[in-house]
């Protein structure tokens, strides 16, 4: 055994910094250095102690492999928390079940995940969006790597982590917590496991599609390789925790984004036009992760925690976009129309844009963490915490033009049927065949507003986002009561969070239009390919556009806002200071145990935001523009109150009640100070101001927190009895939870949030826009300006409204049925949530976005003998979601529900010289569930339609003993 360590930590440190190389020199602790393990399992029980305080009785942590002593193990966790929560807990070191993070919570109750490029990304809770939560890691706040705070769960590896929990409710010791949710991520602890452990996971990844678009980055296999290694020394007093993960995650995905569904001449709604692509998506990380802990004494602990995570996706998309009833082309009579909506027909004079376009986003996030715990005495307890978390994130989005001439009258155009299928795609037959005679050129003359011809055109953003926390915090405990202890502290953070933007035309000679020097057209060579095939396109000619870029064919020209409603460069930087008290009670009342907390937290923020406008008699478009700093800035302190309070019924039935008020911070893109202004010369003399020349929308670095008053409630059953589980790895034989069986319950719960200050993203207000003047109008055309004041809109705290919801889990292993069912179990749970949401000046109330009305989730496994099989089915009804939108901002659309289901299968060696070998067979998105998102409430209108495939792998575990 000590030989395997050994091999595995070289292996680990020679990648991880070499921290703990020359370190391994000791040999593992022996059978009587085995300590407790944490306190993730340790259930209440209704005994009293001798001094009457409430016992706590511990139990070890399940240590078998495997979903059910994940499943054991979660359940104590969320037994055992002082608050409502939902929690998940690692097969084994370095695994946690599911395929990611993301993947992995969204299965667990109330909890919803939304999907972006094939993988799931974002969470829900409660049906409310990624903006009203939070993400922890060991405590400390995380930053975000998009333009915003929603924490994109992909950018974690999922091997890191021992388990998760999920705060419901807040509580006052929560520095961090999100208005709906709190998802705190917990790394490997060294000395609260027993013993050394280690793990190695190699997995092999493909799709069932094959590969859509070529390029350099992508590909249609990929792997993951991560190990994680353990160890104390010292006796017990030092710990290290080492953790490498490697991965390339491939992707491939149909793409259909339809333009919208104007009127026809009848009024039917018809497609305006469409941009379609095959997609081949890849995501590379690189992990790191180091802890080092060390206890010299029972009078200080103290914990560092560093993660580096480097990862790159890279999409090469390869398609057609055809500009049909918003273009220049004709729809023809006699279409097939259903109940106002054109189902089929046929356009003449179409002029299709080819795009070879490439996409990438490079990524860097930074963790450090610096944990100081000192006991005092027996009574006080003190906590120094620090922690940093930094990420930095760089785009490129890439688009390249070919087609038949310039211009969208010029050169051969197409005769194109379409048929609107019942699943929502937009299936063509062509007429034309556009893998031959193409050219590089602009084949609509989008660029002709910029006296350029736009053979392509770059966004470049890029994001920096850190945040810097403090906090110092004290705990007396009493040993008689209704009090165990009371805690106190104070927090205080600095968050900064930069975007800016860069954008290029991409021409074949960088010239203008107007004077002349402008090449319109250029040929070029590439590849046969068929991207498009699956929506009835043939053949096109596929190109790396960067080639064409290093041999001069294609010239980037510099320029701003041709895409953008306003300047889109900005930074916010908030400064809050938390102070806090918590009582955290353990009492009885007569034969009814109570336990719980209650306190408050006082949040003072101040918020200041930067940003730009057009400069006063600057012109308004091309490269002209000059640009002026905008700056804004507000103070606030909101007060905090939570209460959570947990009546012991027995040793099996808990009712939880929580009350609280929380906030969730505005959307950092929507604190952008910048104004975008525009001028409208049809109504240059227009005296009323909602139809005046002017214009602008920007974004209101005076946005306060939207808040809620949030009211829980959970009654939950622990089933008893049963013969347990089988434990067949030695260091279980003691475990209680084995041999009590456990792990079960029902639950049923309810919600109640009260909103007020919602933001409303498109509140409008009058403006006086005189600063801006002359804004490029002559003499002539100011003495015609019928008014400078016109609307600005952007958004405010003008909503109101509230969400509620009920939820009901049954977690139940079936040898409490009967024991001929031993080793099977099931896990269901349903939440049904409504809202409402009004805005000033709206009296008609709308759903709250990002909630699903139903969201559900099942799971049935078997455990025996080293052997697991479980499939699961997560379900979500349609929902008002986000997408990215031209120039990585995000919009918002209707995203259709349905089911994903995944399956694992695999079986562990548990005897013999490959013991602690586990092969692993899993897949996800069984279903090959389409992602649709449509408008106007009619499926049929779809605006994106995306369809990933089947995601498979196999792979290998082994745990070292």
Request: with cysteine; hydrophobic share 35%; charged share 15%.
């Given at each position: 055994?000590?030989?395997?360590?050994?091999?595995?930590?070289?292996?680990?440190?020679?990648?991880?910094?070499?921290?703990?190389?020359?370190?391994?020199?000791?040999t593992?602790?022996?059978?009587?250095?085995?300590?407790?393990?944490?306190?993730?399992?340790?259930?209440?029980?209704?005994?009293?102690?001798?001094?009457?305080?409430?016992?706590?009785?511990?139990?070890?942590?399940?240590?078998?492999?495997?979903?059910?002593s994940s499943?054991?193990?979660?359940?104590?966790?969320?037994?055992?928390?002082?608050?409502?929560?939902?929690?998940?807990?690692a097969?084994?070191?370095?695994?946690?079940?599911?395929?990611?993070?993301?993947?992995?919570?969204?299965?667990?109750?109330?909890?919803?995940?939304?999907?972006?490029?094939?993988?799931?990304?974002?969470?829900?809770?409660h049906?409310?969006?990624?903006?009203?939560?939070?993400?922890?890691?060991n405590?400390?706040?995380?930053?975000?790597?998009s333009?915003?705070?929603?924490?994109?769960?992909?950018?974690?590896?999922s091997?890191?982590f021992?388990?998760?929990?999920?705060?419901?409710?807040?509580?006052?010791?929560l520095?961090?917590?999100?208005?709906?949710?709190?998802?705190?991520?917990?790394t490997?602890?060294?000395?609260?496991?027993?013993?050394?452990?280690?793990?190695?996971?190699?997995h092999?990844?493909?799709?069932?599609?094959?590969?859509?678009?070529?390029?350099?980055?992508?590909?249609?296999?990929?792997?993951?390789?991560?190990?994680v290694?353990v160890?104390?020394?010292a006796?017990?007093?030092?710990?290290?925790?080492?953790?490498?993960?490697?991965?390339?995650?491939?992707?491939?995905?149909?793409?259909?984004?339809p333009?919208?569904?104007?009127?026809?001449?009848?009024?039917?709604?018809?497609?305006?036009?469409?941009?379609?692509y095959?997609?081949?998506?890849?995501?590379?990380?690189?992990g790191?992760?180091?802890?080092?802990?060390?206890?010299?004494?029972?009078?200080?602990?103290?914990?560092?925690?560093?993660?580096?995570?480097?990862?790159?996706?890279?999409?090469?998309?390869?398609?057609?976009?055809?500009?049909?009833?918003?273009?220049?082309?004709?729809?023809?009579?006699?279409?097939n129309?259903?109940?106002?909506?054109?189902?089929?027909?046929?356009?003449?004079?179409?002029?299709?844009?080819?795009?070879?376009?490439?996409?990438?986003?490079?990524?860097?996030?930074?963790?450090?963490?610096?944990?100081?715990?000192?006991?005092?005495?027996?009574?006080?307890?003190?906590?120094?915490?620090?922690?940093?978390?930094?990420a930095?994130?760089?785009?490129?989005?890439?688009?390249?033009?070919?087609?038949?001439?310039?211009?969208?009258?010029?050169?051969?155009?197409?005769?194109?049927?379409?048929?609107?299928?019942?699943?929502?795609?937009?299936?063509?037959?062509?007429?034309?065949?556009?893998?031959?005679?193409?050219?590089?050129?602009?084949?609509?003359?989008?660029?002709?507003?910029?006296?350029?011809?736009?053979?392509?055109?770059i966004?470049?953003?890029?994001?920096?986002?850190y945040?810097?926390?403090?906090r110092?915090?004290?705990?007396?405990?009493?040993?008689?009561?209704p009090?165990?202890?009371?805690?106190?502290?104070?927090?205080?953070?600095?968050?900064?969070?930069?975007?800016?933007?860069?954008q290029?035309?991409?021409t074949?000679?960088g010239?203008?239009?107007?004077?002349?020097?402008?090449?319109?057209?250029?040929?070029?060579?590439?590849?046969?390919c068929?991207?498009?095939?699956?929506?009835?396109?043939?053949?096109?000619?596929?190109?790396?556009?960067?080639?064409?870029?290093?041999?001069?064919?294609?010239?980037?020209?510099?320029?701003?806002?041709?895409?953008?409603?306003?300047?889109?460069?900005?930074?916010?930087?908030?400064?809050?200071?938390?102070?806090?008290?918590?009582?955290?009670?353990?009492?009885?009342?007569?034969?009814?145990?109570?336990?719980?907390?209650?306190?408050?937290?006082?949040?003072?923020?101040?918020?200041?935001?930067?940003?730009?406008?057009?400069?006063?008699?600057?012109?308004?478009?091309?490269?002209?523009?000059?640009?002026i700093?905008?700056?804004?800035?507000?103070?606030?302190?909101?007060?905090?109150?939570?209460?959570?309070?947990?009546?012991?019924?027995?040793?099996?039935?808990?009712?939880?009640?929580s009350?609280?008020?929380?906030?969730?911070?505005?959307?950092?893109?929507?604190?952008?100070?910048?104004?975008?202004?525009?001028?409208?010369?049809?109504?240059?003399?227009?005296?009323?101001?909602?139809?005046?020349?002017?214009?602008?929308?920007?974004?209101?670095?005076?946005?306060?927190?939207?808040?809620?008053?949030n009211?829980?409630v959970?009654?939950?059953?622990?089933?008893?009895?049963g013969?347990?589980?089988?434990?067949?790895?030695?260091?279980?034989?003691?475990?209680?939870?084995?041999?009590?069986?456990?792990?079960?319950?029902?639950?049923?719960s309810?919600?109640?949030?009260?909103?007020?200050?919602?933001?409303?993203p498109?509140?409008?207000?009058?403006?006086d826009?005189s600063?801006?003047?002359?804004?490029?109008?002559?003499?002539?055309?100011?003495?015609?300006?019928?008014?400078?004041?016109?609307?600005?809109?952007?958004?405010?705290?003008?909503?109101?409204?509230?969400?509620?919801?009920?939820?009901?889990?049954?977690?139940?292993?079936?040898?409490?049925?009967?024991?001929?069912?031993?080793?099977?179990?099931?896990?269901?749970?349903?939440?049904?949530?409504?809202?409402?949401?009004?805005?000033?000046?709206?009296?008609?109330?709308?759903?709250?976005?990002?909630?699903?009305?139903?969201?559900?989730?099942?799971?049935?496994?078997?455990?025996?003998?080293?052997?697991?099989?479980?499939?699961?089915?997560?379900?979500r009804?349609?929902?008002?979601?986000?997408?990215?939108?031209?120039?990585?901002?995000?919009?918002?659309?209707?995203?259709?529900?349905?089911?994903?289901?995944?399956?694992?299968?695999?079986?562990?060696?548990?005897?013999g010289?490959?013991?602690?070998?586990?092969?692993?067979?899993?897949?996800?998105?069984?279903?090959?569930?389409?992602?649709?998102?449509?408008?106007?409430?009619?499926?049929?209108?779809?605006?994106?339609?995306?369809?990933?495939?089947?995601?498979?792998?196999?792979?290998?575990s082994?745990?070292?003993?």
């Amino acid at each position: 055994m000590v030989l395997k360590h050994n091999v595995l930590a070289m292996a680990i440190a020679s990648v991880c910094l070499g921290v703990c190389a020359t370190a391994y020199a000791g040999t593992a602790p022996s059978a009587g250095q085995q300590q407790d393990t944490q306190d993730q399992a340790q259930p209440a029980s209704t005994d009293k102690d001798t001094d009457g305080k409430h016992k706590t009785k511990k139990l070890q942590a399940v240590e078998v492999n495997g979903f059910v002593s994940s499943i054991e193990n979660s359940t104590a966790l969320k037994r055992n928390a002082s608050s409502i929560v939902e929690a998940v807990s690692a097969e084994q070191v370095g695994k946690l079940p599911g395929v990611s993070i993301a993947d992995t919570l969204g299965r667990l109750p109330g909890l919803a995940v939304q999907t972006v490029s094939g993988r799931p990304q974002v969470l829900t809770i409660h049906g409310l969006g990624p903006d009203f939560s939070t993400a922890l890691v060991n405590g400390g706040q995380q930053v975000s790597t998009s333009n915003n705070r929603d924490v994109q769960f992909d950018q974690y590896p999922s091997s890191w982590f021992d388990n998760v929990v999920v705060h419901l409710t807040p509580q006052a010791d929560l520095i961090g917590q999100g208005l709906t949710g709190t998802v705190d991520m917990h790394t490997i602890r060294p000395l609260e496991k027993s013993g050394p452990e280690a793990a190695l996971n190699a997995h092999y990844i493909w799709n069932d599609m094959s590969q859509l678009a070529s390029g350099p980055g992508v590909s249609d296999k990929g792997y993951n390789v991560n190990g994680v290694w353990v160890h104390q020394f010292a006796d017990h007093t030092l710990g290290v925790t080492l953790g490498v993960d490697m991965e390339s995650n491939p992707a491939q995905i149909q793409h259909q984004a339809p333009w919208g569904y104007p009127g026809d001449a009848n009024g039917d709604a018809v497609i305006g036009g469409a941009k379609n692509y095959g997609i081949s998506d890849t995501m590379k990380r690189r992990g790191v992760l180091a802890t080092v802990q060390w206890q010299p004494n029972d009078w200080y602990n103290g914990v560092v925690d560093l993660t580096y995570d480097n990862f790159k996706e890279v999409q090469q998309a390869k398609g057609m976009e055809f500009p049909l009833f918003w273009g220049n082309a004709t729809l023809q009579p006699g279409g097939n129309v259903q109940n106002g909506f054109v189902q089929s027909g046929t356009y003449d004079g179409v002029k299709a844009v080819i795009r070879n376009d490439y996409n990438s986003t490079s990524a860097r996030v930074y963790n450090f963490n610096w944990d100081n715990k000192f006991t005092i005495n027996e009574d006080w307890t003190a906590d120094l915490d620090a922690n940093y978390s930094r990420a930095t994130r760089r785009d490129v989005n890439l688009e390249s033009y070919s087609g038949t001439a310039f211009g969208a009258n010029n050169g051969a155009r197409d005769t194109l049927g379409f048929v609107e299928r019942n699943d929502g795609l937009f299936y063509v037959n062509p007429s034309l065949d556009y893998g031959n005679g193409m050219v590089l050129t602009d084949p609509q003359g989008w660029g002709g507003g910029n006296d350029v011809v736009q053979a392509g055109f770059i966004n470049a953003p890029h994001t920096v986002d850190y945040l810097a926390n403090l906090r110092l915090s004290a705990e007396r405990s009493f040993s008689s009561g209704p009090f165990s202890s009371l805690e106190f502290g104070v927090a205080h953070s600095t968050r900064d969070k930069t975007y800016h933007i860069d954008q290029s035309f991409l021409t074949l000679g960088g010239g203008t239009i107007s004077g002349g020097s402008a090449v319109e057209t250029a040929p070029f060579s590439g590849t046969s390919c068929s991207p498009l095939a699956w929506m009835g396109v043939g053949a096109q000619t596929c190109y790396n556009p960067f080639d064409l870029i290093s041999d001069g064919t294609l010239v980037s020209v510099p320029t701003f806002g041709s895409s953008l409603a306003m300047p889109p460069n900005w930074n916010v930087r908030e400064k809050t200071l938390t102070p806090f008290v918590q009582f955290n009670l353990d009492t009885y009342l007569g034969g009814v145990s109570l336990r719980g907390n209650f306190g408050v937290q006082a949040q003072h923020t101040s918020q200041r935001s930067t940003g730009e406008r057009v400069a006063p008699g600057s012109a308004i478009t091309g490269n002209a523009i000059t640009l002026i700093p905008v700056v804004g800035s507000t103070s606030y302190t909101k007060v905090l109150p939570s209460a959570n309070l947990i009546f012991g019924f027995g040793d099996n039935d808990d009712l939880r009640v929580s009350a609280a008020r929380t906030l969730a911070r505005p959307r950092m893109d929507q604190m952008n100070a910048s104004l975008g202004v525009s001028g409208n010369f049809t109504r240059l003399q227009n005296t009323d101001p909602n139809q005046a020349y002017f214009s602008a929308s920007g974004g209101n670095a005076k946005l306060k927190p939207t808040m809620a008053d949030n009211y829980n409630v959970s009654y939950e059953h622990y089933f008893s009895g049963g013969n347990g589980y089988e434990c067949n790895a030695a260091e279980a034989k003691n475990s209680d939870i084995c041999r009590s069986g456990g792990g079960g319950y029902v639950a049923l719960s309810g919600y109640f949030l009260k909103l007020k200050d919602y933001i409303n993203p498109n509140a409008a207000f009058l403006y006086d826009f005189s600063a801006f003047l002359p804004f490029g109008l002559t003499p002539d055309q100011l003495a015609q300006l019928g008014t400078t004041q016109g609307i600005v809109s952007g958004p405010t705290n003008d909503g109101h409204g509230y969400v509620k919801g009920a939820q009901v889990t049954l977690n139940l292993p079936f040898n409490l049925v009967t024991p001929a069912l031993d080793g099977f179990g099931a896990i269901l749970t349903g939440n049904r949530t409504k809202s409402s949401l009004v805005f000033a000046g709206n009296s008609t109330p709308i759903t709250v976005p990002g909630l699903s009305k139903w969201v559900a989730n099942a799971t049935l496994y078997y455990q025996h003998s080293g052997f697991e099989a479980r499939i699961s089915d997560s379900y979500r009804s349609s929902f008002l979601g986000e997408v990215s939108g031209i120039s990585a901002s995000r919009i918002e659309q209707t995203i259709q529900g349905g089911s994903t289901y995944d399956a694992q299968v695999s079986y562990s060696i548990d005897s013999g010289s490959l013991k602690g070998l586990t092969f692993i067979v899993q897949g996800s998105n069984l279903s090959n569930k389409t992602f649709i998102t449509y408008q106007n409430d009619d499926p049929r209108q779809v605006l994106t339609w995306e369809r990933y495939g089947r995601r498979y792998d196999i792979g290998v575990s082994y745990k070292f003993q």
